[in-house]
């Protein structure tokens, strides 16, 4: 049976414990948000011994259900002062679920000034002061927790960000071939180093495969599941071969691509930095253009890029980090983007919240428009150093707003805004204004209906419709985020009519139950109003609910789209 | 009229990323994926101007018309 793993920082004890009942039915997004609405004051600080980092694998993690890999990291959060669940791929959500953790509860914080790492095995959690990879980039302490204990060793780790508290500091997990996934938004990392926790290890010695109550209907579920990814052309064929960054192009031609720290949503050198001339780039280098991020992947939208001479930069390289330090920045290097994405995996910075902080940093004139060597420079030399400087980047694109006097400064509870314009693509701007989590395309992406003819066809230009689209979208989401699926499979689960019933039949197949479609959007809105509970207690209430006016008062091109819902309109997000 | 044909993704392939094309009045989109050797059911997103068009949609002078296959990201 599963079990609760707990850890307290304060007295350095641990415990096992029994499932709550309460908690029986929750997975991934779900549970960690129920463990922080629990167990954290809403209104303490998110870096103080009150806070309690959580980690879920989700209902599906570990079975053999295609892209069930992903893990859940819960905490309130540094950057938004919010609920934080960030979820990421790597190996440790299937070797935590094998093990029998249904999750891994840290609370409290040291008293003295010694750093830690847990060991995390079958028979529970050790804790183990850690002197020597103190100050050390994450794929040395991924390197080095290999040597002392073995390459089937699972990882979560942060880098000198964590350490040093940055709110924009992430958390990386190993993936299957020894590289980086990240929890990247929210300052997560920055709740572990509070914790004085420098990475865990997972030891997988004694795991079993997850129990599945009625095998056959899982099988035949399954199969059902994996033919519908594979069948939809996006998840099928469009992802695997160009990424998800494919996608700069056509923000390009829908004038939505955020550029020169938005201010215009067209940038000039948009080819150069393309999913098609990635693709070629990577095929021409002999990279990999497909890779999974863990076991189980069948989109396998990530990719290694190598450099001209065959040698590797980076993997896991995402459309909005090339966006960001690409259009939003004026970086048109895709070499040097690339190497900017290892630099932020290593030092264990979000790539999205640092990425639209350089556009902050260029606008303050702290670097050139399209400098992307003093970029490089300072990710090295000032953030990857703790310099003061380094601390004031390191806490994201407000933190720099803030420090120089900027007034264009793109956040929504503090938290960056990713790759698509809300102006030129209004629904969009209804999920960043409202998400529980600050700015954030993932929670309910309607890019799909917007702009790719997903899932129906809402014009992006208009109001109308925008604001049914975000929440019927965030409803799933959160029900989607709680299994430990790859959010990709909405696209075919919007498209497809026999996806998202043989998802169901998976849960129920997996724990013996009999769920239906509304159960699973009520548990979808069930996460989203206990979040936004939690939210309202912590002091984010519906102003805080709002784009920057910026994105009122100036016009973008190429359609001179502004932001033009009113408060009352936004605040309709939440009748449901 | 002149327009300026756009093509994205796989559409690329074996054939060019941006050309300029002479086409009489009248014409529409379709017409256009067609005498590229596309069929209709392999356009995702059409695009005309920056804003989402039809198959249907007639083309004006100096026209951009941008055409993907069905992708996406994230």
Redesign the interface.
């Known amino acids: 049976m599963d079990k609760i793993f707990r850890v307290n920082m304060t007295d350095l004890t641990t415990k096992i414990e029994e499932v709550p009942a309460a908690w029986a039915g929750l997975g991934g997004r779900a549970l960690t948000s129920t463990i922080v609405a629990a167990e954290v004051p809403p209104t303490c600080h998110a870096l103080s011994a009150q806070n309690v980092l959580c980690f879920a694998p989700g209902l599906l993690t570990g079975t053999a259900a295609a892209n069930s890999g992903r893990l859940s990291a819960g905490a309130k959060s540094p950057l938004t002062g919010g609920i934080k669940e960030s979820n990421a791929g790597g190996t440790a959500a299937q070797m935590l679920a094998k093990l029998g953790i249904k999750a891994l509860i840290i609370e409290g914080a040291p008293k003295s000034g010694t750093w830690y790492n847990l060991s995390v095995g079958i028979n529970g959690v050790t804790i183990n002061e850690e002197k020597e990879l103190l100050g050390v980039g994450n794929f040395a302490v991924i390197d080095a927790v290999e040597q002392r204990l073995g390459k089937k060793t699972g990882v979560l780790t942060i880098g000198i960000a964590g350490e040093l508290k940055m709110t924009a500091a992430n958390i990386s997990v190993k993936d299957p071939d020894s590289k980086i996934r990240s929890h990247g938004r929210g300052g997560l990392g920055a709740v572990m180093g509070s914790k004085q926790i420098k990475f865990i290890s997972i030891d997988g010695e004694g795991s079993k495969p997850v129990t599945i109550a009625d095998p056959e209907k899982f099988k035949t579920a399954a199969r059902a599941f994996s033919k519908a990814l594979l069948d939809h052309?996006?998840?099928g064929?469009?992802?695997p071969?160009?990424?998800?960054?494919?996608?700069v192009?056509?923000l390009n031609?829908?004038?939505g691509l955020p550029t020169r720290n938005f201010t215009t949503g067209q940038f000039e050198g948009h080819?150069k930095i393309s999913?098609?001339t990635m693709h070629d780039t990577i095929a021409a280098r002999g990279g990999k253009v497909k890779h999974g991020c863990h076991a189980g992947c069948i989109i396998q939208?990530s990719q290694v890029y190598n450099d001209k001479d065959g040698k590797y930069v980076t993997s896991g390289f995402e459309?909005e980090t090339i966006w960001g330090l690409g259009a939003d920045c004026c970086i048109d290097n895709l070499d040097d983007i690339a190497r900017a994405d290892n630099l932020m995996d290593d030092i264990g910075i979000d790539s999205i919240e640092t990425a639209v902080m350089f556009g902050v940093a260029m606008e303050a004139g702290i670097l050139n428009w399209g400098d992307s060597k003093e970029m490089l420079r300072l990710l090295t030399e000032e953030i990857g150093k703790g310099t003061a400087l380094g601390r004031i980047l390191g806490g994201g694109a407000g933190s720099v707003g803030r420090t120089y006097g900027v007034t264009r400064v793109p956040v929504v509870k503090n938290q960056a805004i990713p790759a698509y314009d809300p102006r030129s693509v209004k629904g969009i701007g209804i999920t960043y204004a409202t998400s529980t989590m600050g700015a954030d395309?993932?929670s309910g992406?309607t890019?799909?209906t917007n702009?790719?003819?997903?899932g129906g066809?809402v014009?992006?230009?208009k109001k109308d419709g925008q604001v049914e689209l975000s929440r019927n979208l965030q409803i799933a989401t959160a029900a989607v985020d709680s299994t430990g699926m790859c959010?990709?499979v909405a696209?075919p689960a919007l498209d497809i009519p026999e996806c998202l019933p043989a998802l169901i039949d998976m849960i129920n197949a997996r724990f013996g139950i009999a769920l239906t479609g509304d159960d699973v959007t009520n548990l979808g809105k069930h996460v989203l109003k206990l979040e936004r509970k939690f939210n309202q207690e912590a002091g984010l209430t519906n102003v805080h609910d709002r784009l920057p006016d910026f994105f009122k008062n100036e016009p973008v091109a190429?359609?001179n789209a502004v932001w033009d819902f009113t408060d009352a309109e936004i605040d309709e997000f939440w009748n449901f | 009229m002149l327009i300026t044909l756009k093509l994205f993704a796989t559409f690329r392939n074996g054939r060019f990323k941006v050309a300029e094309q002479e086409l009489p009045e009248g014409t529409d989109v379709r017409a256009v994926v067609l005498s590229l050797g596309l069929t209709e059911e392999e356009i995702g997103i059409v695009m005309l101007n920056g804003r989402h068009g039809e198959l249907d949609s007639k083309l004006s002078d100096h026209d951009t018309l941008s055409l993907f296959p069905l992708v996406g990201g994230g």
């Not at chain 1, 071969?241 to 996608?247: C, F, H, R, S």
């Not at chain 1, 702009?451 to 997903?454: G, K, P, Q, R």
């Open positions: 052309p996006v998840s064929e469009g992802l071969t160009y990424g998800t960054n494919v996608l192009n056509i031609e829908a004038g080819d999913g098609e939208c459309y395309h993932t992406y890019i799909a702009i790719l003819n997903v066809y014009d992006p230009l959010i990709f696209f190429p359609h």
